[in-house]
């Protein structure tokens, strides 16, 4: 079975960072690339980042490009999403996910496999 659990969720101020986990647990590493989207009230879900699950660059978004992070940590079957110079227009859900896929690109929601179940982040000006 597999399971996307996140956490690291919580409110922070602009101009704060914040890092989300994702502990992805039934799935092969190899096999697939994890991604970070997010859905803000009214808006549809948003693509951010994504990692293969074992080697390679990532790729990035242009509107979160040199500000947020992916990462992954094999050994724990885990992703992370820091997120620096954080603003109010950056509040939303944020979801893990991830797609059966080898290399790290830009995904749409109709690719995506698994979601974890979402984090809420809100940023206070």
């Known amino acids: 079975q597999v399971q996307l659990l996140e956490s690291g969720g919580g409110l922070v101020q602009a101009g704060d960072s914040l890092t989300l986990s994702c502990a992805i647990s039934?799935?092969?590493?190899?096999?697939?690339?994890a991604a970070w989207f997010r859905q803000a009230p009214g808006r549809e879900r948003e693509f951010l980042a994504s990692?293969?699950?074992?080697?390679?660059?990532?790729y990035y978004s242009t509107d979160v490009s040199g500000r947020f992070t992916i990462s992954r940590d094999n050994g724990r079957s885990t992703i992370y999403l820091k997120m620096n110079s954080l603003k109010p227009e950056d509040t939303a859900v944020y979801y893990c996910?991830?797609?059966?896929?080898?290399?790290?690109?830009?995904?749409?929601?109709?690719?995506?496999?698994?979601w974890g179940q979402g984090l809420q982040v809100t940023v206070s000006s």
């Open positions: 990692i293969a699950s074992t080697c390679g660059s990532p």
């Open positions: 996910a991830s797609a059966s896929r080898k290399e790290a690109t830009r995904l749409w929601t109709s690719l995506i496999d698994y």
């Open positions: 039934g799935r092969r590493l190899g096999e697939y690339v």
